[in-house]
């Protein structure tokens, strides 16, 4: 598989290159070697390295390109490959598309699975209905278990996130996995925070899992608390006392993440025999809808967050696209046929026709065939308010479905 293309330099840096040695390899390199950066072999961690990937929903803060036919996971958002197909490249050679699982929904497999054909039809891993994260993440532990055995190591991921600079994405991995495999931790990728950003979750750093490893020489650090989607004021505060970003994509054993399900998260405890037991149906109707960061990573100690060095962000909404694209000189990030002409700051997609913007800055522009979406970056973070108050044959098929 060709390797994915180097995401925008606006993606947020985990930790500065200063800060990015690695726990017994060569310090990581900084930006202007990234290129020839060549990882050394994965770190002996007792078995293969397998992921699951967290593909379910629409993505409705992507109206109106993101429809129940065309979800998000199937946008080309941040370049030319589908999110999916670049959460999955980005993942070879360290772990190859037989050992990868994907975790979706009944009405999207299909589409999913012929934007990543490389993943076995197997590994496809359809919902009975929408199950939440937790729950998602323990049938894929489960299932990881079941085909691998219990102490297999995996990393758990969302496919809507930017990352910049894969080899050193795979090598934070190898990282978390040798981190992993000497002991039960739950090991969360962190990112250091650029803005007090109230859309994320923080971790708050606490004693160094190994203490000759100090965090200034990127070592792994017990985490002393969980604070999930924080106010700005509270944000601020965590940023100056050293938190940092979760970036949703967590390397752990199947059974430590397994046992810490069943200790921790109580919405989940009722059904996990059943999943064990292979009953999935049964599973599905025993458990209620938690997220990994509600249910588990605020309530566990034993999360550990390890400091990397790849580009890292969110692709959450169209104000997003700004730190995730390459932008033009005027710092428009645009995609398909666009003008801007005394324009800076835009956020502009076209499908299949031209845009072009005059004397604008700071709006979000969007075009398909038969519709055009324009709103401002403030307003684009929550469209809730937009798509309840427009017809059904707008909110769910716009344009060409």
């Known amino acids: 598989m060709s390797e994915p293309h180097a995401a925008s330099p606006h993606l947020v840096p985990s930790v500065t290159p200063e800060t990015a040695a690695v726990i017994d390899e060569p310090a990581t390199p900084d930006a202007s070697t990234l290129e020839d950066f060549e990882p050394e072999p994965l770190l002996d961690?007792?078995?293969?390295?397998?992921?699951?990937?967290?593909a379910g929903g629409i993505g409705t803060r992507f109206w109106p390109l993101s429809t129940p036919r065309r979800p998000k996971q199937l946008l080309a958002l941040v370049n030319e490959r589908p999110l999916i197909a670049d959460t999955v490249a980005r993942l070879s050679p360290l772990v190859p598309a037989e050992r990868v699982l994907v975790v979706t929904s009944a009405d999207i497999a299909d589409a999913l699975h012929e934007a990543i054909p490389e993943i076995p039809r197997a590994n496809m891993l359809v919902e009975p209905r929408p199950l939440g994260t937790a729950a998602a993440l323990a049938w894929g532990a489960q299932e990881v278990a079941r085909r691998a055995g219990p102490d297999t190591i995996f990393a758990a991921l969302h496919a809507d996130l930017a990352v910049g600079h894969p080899d050193v994405f795979r090598d934070s991995l190898r990282r978390a996995a040798s981190i992993a495999s000497n002991d039960a931790h739950l090991v969360v990728l962190g990112a250091t925070p650029t803005r007090p950003e109230t859309g994320f979750g923080y971790l708050q750093p606490g004693s160094m899992v190994d203490p000759l490893v100090s965090r200034a020489e990127g070592g792994a650090c017990h985490v002393e608390h969980f604070v999930e989607k924080p106010s700005a004021a509270l944000a601020d505060v965590l940023i100056d006392k050293g938190a940092l970003w979760n970036t949703g994509i967590f390397v752990w054993r199947a059974k430590v993440v397994l046992d810490e399900l069943a200790a921790h998260t109580h919405e989940l405890q009722h059904g996990l025999p059943r999943l064990a037991a292979g009953e999935l149906e049964a599973f599905a109707e025993l458990v209620t809808s938690v997220s990994i960061d509600r249910g588990l990573l605020e309530r566990s100690r034993r999360v550990v967050v390890l400091p990397s060095a790849f580009e890292w962000d969110d692709v959450g909404t169209w104000a997003s696209l700004r730190r995730v694209r390459e932008l033009d000189d005027t710092g428009n990030g645009v995609m398909g046929s666009v003008h801007c002409v005394e324009s800076s700051g835009n956020v502009i997609h076209a499908d299949d026709c031209c845009?072009?913007?005059y004397g604008v800055s700071?709006?979000?522009v969007v075009s398909i065939q038969g519709l055009t979406f324009v709103t401002t970056q403030e307003r684009?973070?929550?469209?809730?308010?937009?798509?309840?108050?427009l017809p059904g044959s707008l909110r769910f098929n716009p344009g060409r479905s």
């Open 355 to 357: 845009v072009v913007v």
């Open 362 to 364: 700071g709006m979000i």
């Open 45 to 54: 961690t007792r078995t293969a390295m397998w992921a699951v990937i967290f």
């Open 380 to 389: 684009a973070t929550e469209l809730g308010p937009l798509l309840n108050a």
